[in-house]
């Protein structure tokens, strides 16, 4: 603080209010800050919330095995033309069966366990198998290497997602005495009183879940666990492979009750993947399948497909209209009461909640025209409508910058006003325009609330090859997914979140692309 | 041109012996070497320059020259302009009023401003006024705020025009009015110095006769710095003069001296009007 | 024979004969035009090309109206005609059952799939087809005759002193009128229809049952009391606004008063990124992630009350889904509308107002608080009147965390439901037109729009005078 004397001001008092003021002054500047942080720190919460579970998504766990195609199974009685084989499901899922029981000759001991043991793929898993065999029937009878996926619960399970499962390296095995068939003792090493403190801690000494022991390609159930001994159940595999190879205790604290798959399931799950049968590839699925009810087997395609079209249908109503609406408001309307009250409503339109305008497409483009229901032509139009205003008031904001001056010389050489606009001004203003049209798009890209209500929400489980088709847009995708109830949609629900971001991180790259390029300074 | 520079500013800060008014006044303000940039841009060249207390300091020059720049050095309002640096000292009853120690919140109560134009608060005349020394806690209770207000309006000569209407806003005076309500609300804090930047340029030639008036009034009690466009008003209200060309202190001096006798060539060329 | 023409594929039809109308008629005019400036030697008023439009013009326009009317109007006229014929039994039907019989008769004939054994089916799509055939024959033949029509009259026209170039170019305005037009033709529909329906839903269920009912429950028992609605709807929008308008404001202050020029450079567009993340996706992230943090810290909050003796039992509902987390994503939501529209605002605050302060030695805090945000002030009511607005109107992110249960409770983490939660329920999945179930969403439509249409008037309003003070 500086001296000065000979003022006034510079009481001791005037001193520590100005202390007070400086205080008050970095309060409030910290409160902005903190406003900042605080939507920034959203923000980034939103996006790493989403990223994470949609990074889970990037890849899926399969079944992946040699399967010779059986004629009989595959094309029974010479029935081998294309829409047999692709209808011939049951034919190919049998042949996956039967492999998996070879695979886990345990399990056809009891109905029970076979029914479990086939619930590690779904019936439909095998229907892009079954298309591609339709496509090329020279593979009947051949062997091939075939991928199906695994059931949602057992992919989770395999991708450390739910349930959770702590796993702990207990070392090779010491001794094993096998009294009864498939129950063993097992009294081990530093490595089991590991696997006690840990599972105490996890399951806060309630003991409710389980412990599988696995080795080489056998997994065993832990019955009881002491420090020193344990006492196992064989779930898959042998003694032997057990007691030859270094150990690894999976700790599942959730009972098994809760949780949707058996230890049993978890057990031919590990299995499958030491012995390199359940391999992790990349999720292609999602962008190359259309919906389903499994979401092993869901993607997005007709979601995307439904959306470009619907997008198509904006584009070429709402882009030149809009345009042409705001050449005239700019250019050609007289100052009047209609043309004020045209003005008013525009503004006005564009703060109107969508689902209104749902409402509008609801009543009177379903009820009055009778148009089709769920179609991309009915959900273009409703989101035209929509982004209007938006497209009215960028493409006007984009004409006001052209200066007058422009005009006045196109007048000047004889030019009619309609040619001065036509041929000056529009080719100059026409980039604003365009990210205005962008800007739009993307609003409509995003939108859900109104598609909803003019049916749009429908499952579609085929590519719509035209506008009037039945058809679901992305975003009402990501809805109906974050509906579903079952744990494994939620990675497949933010990948389609993570698309749907990416078409409109494309779209605003290219408003800045433009804006870049073309902005003018007059 | 080259060859002014501050060596001549410092010719004409020390050539003053035939000053009368030198004998009564002392210097308020001593600024050495300032510079001003903004971002890379320098705007004020090396200024230096003596500002005398109870006397009005006119700094003049064609448009861009850098003498409102140079104004708001002293008060440091180039603070509140992003990017704007200003080098050098200036000492102020001897303290460098430069340096980053100086509170200028704490400056500016000392050093008021009126701007070029007229810019009441969208308050009450009343509140306008008030506004400093509350913001200062200068007053302890409602009857010692209404003296402070009375005094500023009667020193600014507004108290007559405005007494029964102290409540309407600011903005509801004519632009006179209200530039004198600006003054009025400099005055209330109680400043030693008050910075004019082009005070008269939005107002009538009435109303800029009154503002005259009444800065050579005020000449009695405060040191004052005017910056004008006009020349005239230049020679009417000040006891002293700079000359301001392109960023640089041209020449300084007695008003009388500047207009009748520049040393300079350039001076003389602006006042002539061959240039500006 | 009507049967094969029924399912001609109108779209490319009608988009193929417009180009050779357009094509023909520009020809026609220009060839015309070029021969009489051949023969003659005076000079034309318009050059060649402005006649070709002229005749083009006069060949589209009526065509081009036809086929708007033949896509909007034949499914209508053809499902009208038909209905006409059916047999009786069919009349007995309740009508949501006809609409979605013949809903699948059209969807049939549009894809000639049905090879099933209905035989009534079969020889109603028959029919529908037939009729169809018919009006699409009808349809083509109208729009080339007055195609024809059109461009004969105005070949008649071509001569020298035509003024062919101010015919084309006052159509042309007109056309561009008619584009901004559409404007105020979304808004009638939007009313005409919220009304109509509305109307229809009042003559089952009196307005004051509607507006002062206090017991919602459209699915099962037809009770009508909206009051629920609207509070849920005013509850999720209140605690959004407790985010977003102080956050947003103070947002907006630092941008525009203390951030640098680099900082306001990123955090700017960062925020705005915030209004460009489509509302499902805030959807999506409330239901992962902030409803069960809701929840579990009221979870803590009645163990902690009952822990220090405060409570019996759970004082807060703690529902899986809550208020509280669709009012704060929402909150998050709408935080760039108010801090944009503000920094608007703050910036137009002129920048003399903001030197006579700081020339009083006021800090900026000072400035900031005493000065400039009375200046903005109106501006500022506007932005967050708007966004209250856009909470109100907001639907994906309250129908997938703010709950279905339509109640009163000032419980935030109780589920509360809204206007546009219903709105979606009541019209998603089968509906029928004319049950009160389905027309009260209208209803609740007409409200929404309605109160949002007074607050954006208001605000509107507020920043256009803001606007004309300042500029």
């Known amino acids: 603080m500086s001296k000065m004397p000979d003022s006034s001001l510079i009481t001791p008092k005037a001193l520590k209010h100005l202390k007070k003021r400086r205080a008050a002054d970095a309060r409030f500047r910290l409160y902005g800050i903190a406003a900042i942080v605080f939507a920034l720190s959203a923000l980034t919460l939103l996006v790493i919330a989403i990223g994470t579970r949609a990074y889970s998504a990037t890849t899926q766990y399969v079944f992946q095995a040699e399967i010779m195609l059986d004629a009989d199974l595959v094309a029974p009685e010479g029935e081998t033309s294309e829409a047999e084989i692709t209808r011939n499901i049951e034919g190919f899922y049998t042949l996956v069966r039967d492999k998996l029981f070879a695979e886990f000759p345990e399990a056809s001991q009891s109905q029970a366990a076979r029914q479990d043991l086939s619930e590690l793929v779904n019936r439909l898993a095998v229907l892009s198998l079954a298309r591609r065999v339709a496509d090329n029937p020279s593979l009947i009878g051949k062997s091939l290497e075939v991928r199906v996926p695994l059931s949602d619960d057992l992919d989770l399970y395999l991708k450390g997602g739910s349930p959770k499962d702590v796993t702990v390296r207990v070392g090779s095995a010491g001794t094993i005495e096998t009294d009864v068939e498939g129950k063993a003792r097992i009294s081990s090493t530093s490595g089991l009183s590991k696997v006690t403190s840990t599972r105490s801690l996890l399951e806060e000494g309630k003991a409710m879940g389980s412990v599988l022991l696995a080795g080489g390609k056998a997994v065993a159930r832990i019955d009881s666990l002491s420090p020193d001994a344990a006492e196992l159940t064989l779930l898959t595999g042998t003694f032997e492979q057990l007691a030859n190879a270094p150990l690894v205790a999976h700790i599942i604290p959730l009972p098994e009750a809760e949780r949707p798959i058996s230890d049993q399931q978890i057990a031919w799950a590990i299995a499958l993947k030491q012995a390199g049968n359940a391999r992790q590839v990349l999720h292609t699925s999602l962008v190359t399948h259309t919906d389903s009810t499994y979401p092993e087997l869901a993607g997005t395609l007709a979601a995307i497909v439904g959306s470009l079209l619907t997008m198509m249908v904006t584009a070429c109503v709402a882009i030149p209209m809009g345009i042409f609406a705001a050449v005239y408001l700019e250019e050609f309307a007289p100052r009047n009461r209609l043309t004020n009250l045209i003005e008013v409503n525009i503004n006005n339109l564009a703060a109107v909640p969508s689902i209104v305008f749902g409402l509008l497409g609801a009543s009177l483009l379903l009820g009055t025209f009778a148009l089709p229901r769920s179609a991309p032509i009915v959900g273009g139009l409703v989101l035209a409508l929509l982004i209007l205003p938006v497209v009215i008031i960028a493409s006007r904001a984009s004409l006001r910058s052209v200066p007058p001056s422009i005009r006045s010389g196109a007048l000047a050489v004889g030019a009619s006003r309609m040619q001065a606009v036509f041929h000056h001004v529009l080719p100059l203003a026409a980039p604003g325009m365009f990210t205005g049209a962008i800007l739009g798009m993307a609003r409509a890209l995003g939108e859900t609330a109104p598609l909803l209500l003019i049916g749009m929400v429908a499952f579609v489980a085929e590519v719509p090859n035209s506008a009037t088709d039945e058809a679901t847009a992305l975003p009402v995708l990501i809805y109906s997914w974050a509906s579903n109830a079952e744990r494994a949609w939620e990675p497949m629900t933010a990948a389609a979140i993570v698309i749907l971001l990416s078409l409109l991180v494309i779209m605003n790259v290219v408003v800045v692309f433009l804006r870049r390029r073309f902005e003018r300074r007059w | ?276 | 024979m009507l049967q094969q023409l029924g399912q001609l594929p109108m779209g490319w039809l009608l988009t193929a004969l417009l180009l050779f109308v357009m094509t023909a008629g520009f020809s026609i005019g220009r060839i015309r035009a070029e021969r009489y400036s051949l023969s003659s030697s005076g000079k034309f008023h318009s050059r060649p090309n402005y006649h070709g439009y002229y005749v083009a013009m006069w060949g589209l326009a009526p065509a081009l109206i036809l086929a708007l009317a033949y896509l909007l109007l034949a499914e209508p006229i053809a499902r009208e005609l038909l209905t006409r014929e059916l047999p009786a039994a069919f009349h007995k039907l309740p009508k949501a059952e006809l609409v979605s019989y013949l809903d699948a008769v059209s969807a049939v004939s549009a894809h000639r799939t049905y090879d099933g054994s209905d035989r009534v089916f079969t020889a109603v799509t028959h029919r529908y087809l037939e009729l169809s055939g018919s009006l699409k024959i009808t349809t083509l033949a109208t729009i080339l005759l007055s195609a024809v029509l059109g461009v004969m009259f105005a070949r008649s026209h071509v001569s020298p002193d035509f003024r062919a170039r101010q015919q084309v170019e006052s159509g042309a305005e007109l056309f561009l009128f008619l584009c901004a037009a559409i404007a105020i033709a979304t808004t009638v529909g939007i009313v005409a229809s919220l009304f109509y329906e509305s109307i229809r839903f009042f003559s089952q269920v009196p307005v004051t049952d509607f507006l002062f009912g206090t017991r919602w429950n459209a699915q099962t028992n037809a009770e009508f009391g909206a009051v629920p609605l609207f509070f849920g709807t005013f509850m999720i929008a209140l605690i959004a606004m407790f985010v977003a308008a102080p956050v947003g404001l103070f947002a907006a202050i630092y941008l525009s008063e203390y951030a640098s020029r680099k900082t306001r450079s990123y955090v700017k567009p960062l925020l705005e990124v915030l209004a460009g993340i489509p509302t499902v996706v805030y959807g999506f992230f409330a239901l992962l992630v902030v409803a069960p943090g809701v929840r579990s810290i009221a979870l803590w909050i009645n163990a902690t009350l009952i822990d220090i003796g405060l409570a019996n039992g759970p004082v807060l509902a703690a529902q899986p889904t809550s208020a509280l987390a669709a009012g704060l994503v929402m909150g998050i939501m709408v935080i760039p509308f108010v801090s944009s529209l503000s920094d608007d605002v703050i910036n137009a605050v002129p920048q003399t107002l903001r030197d006579a302060a700081f020339a009083m030695g006021a800090t900026k805090s000072e400035t900031i608080k005493q000065v400039i945000l009375p200046a903005a002030l109106p501006g500022i009511v506007a932005s967050l009147l708007l966004a209250v607005s856009r909470a109100i109107g907001e639907t994906m992110i309250v129908v997938m965390a703010a709950g279905q249960r339509a109640r009163i409770s000032l419980d935030p983490s109780t589920d509360l439901t809204t206007i546009t939660v219903q709105i979606v329920a009541l019209l998603t999945g089968e509906t029928e037109f004319d049950s009160p179930k389905t027309l009260s969403a209208f209803a609740l439509g007409l409200v929404l729009f309605l109160v949002t249409l007074c607050f954006n008037l208001i605000a509107l309003r507020v920043v256009q005078r803001y606007r004309e003070k300042y500029e």
């Open chain 2, 1 to 276: 041109m080259d060859t002014v520079g501050p060596a001549k500013a410092d010719l004409a800060l020390t050539g003053e012996g035939a000053d009368k008014t030198q004998a009564l006044t002392y210097p308020r303000i001593d600024c050495r070497n300032v510079s001003v940039y903004y971002d890379d841009k320098q705007a004020v060249f090396d200024v230096s320059l003596a500002i005398h207390d109870r006397a009005v300091t006119a700094l003049i020059g064609p448009s861009g020259c850098g003498k409102s720049t140079f104004l708001r050095c002293l008060n440091r309002m180039n603070d509140t302009i992003e990017g704007a640096k200003v080098t050098g000292d200036i000492f102020m009853e001897g303290e460098n009023i430069n340096s980053p120690d100086v509170d200028p919140v704490l400056l500016r109560s000392r050093v008021g401003m009126v701007f070029q134009k007229p810019n009441p608060f969208p308050k009450s005349i009343y509140d306008n006024i008030a506004y400093g020394p509350r913001i200062h806690g200068m007053v302890d209770s409602r009857e010692d705020l209404d003296a402070v207000v009375e005094k500023s309006l009667r020193r600014a000569g507004l108290w007559e025009e405005v007494k029964d209407r102290l409540s309407q806003p600011g903005t509801s005076l004519s632009g006179g009015q209200q530039q004198r309500l600006c003054i009025a609300r400099a005055i209330a804090v109680r400043p030693e110095v008050i910075l004019m930047d082009e005070p008269c340029s939005a107002l009538d030639p009435i109303a800029t006769a009154r503002i005259e008036e009444l800065i050579d009034e005020l000449r009695k009690r405060y040191c004052i710095v005017i910056v004008t466009h006009s020349m005239q008003q230049a020679a009417r209200v000040s006891q002293r003069t700079a000359f301001f060309h392109l960023g640089n202190l041209v020449e300084m001096g007695d008003t009388d001296q500047i207009f009748t006798n520049p040393r300079e060539r350039r001076t003389e060329d602006y006042i002539t009007g061959r240039f500006g």
